[in-house]
């Protein structure tokens, strides 16, 4: 039996949606990243979606924005 590279789903550990840009620092992280890489250094969709997640804000952090719907 030959397995295909589609035949399986990657498994989620969590759900795979990316937070509003008012609730993550990721960014700040990637305009330093900009300066402090190679100027060839380019982030894959997926490593900015982790990105995003993992510095994702806690509710008590975020700071209400009142021109931002998703902050009120």
């Known amino acids: 039996m030959t ?41 894959t969709p997926e490593q900015v979606r982790i990105l995003a997640r993992w510095y994702e804000l806690r509710d008590d952090a975020v700071p209400e924005d009142p021109n931002d719907p998703e902050t009120r």
């Open 3 to 43: 397995i295909a590279p589609g035949d399986y789903e990657p498994v989620r550990t969590v759900f795979d949606t990316v937070p509003h840009p008012h609730r993550t620092l990721a960014g700040e992280l990637l305009r330093w990243s900009a300066h402090a890489f190679r100027p060839d250094w380019k982030y």
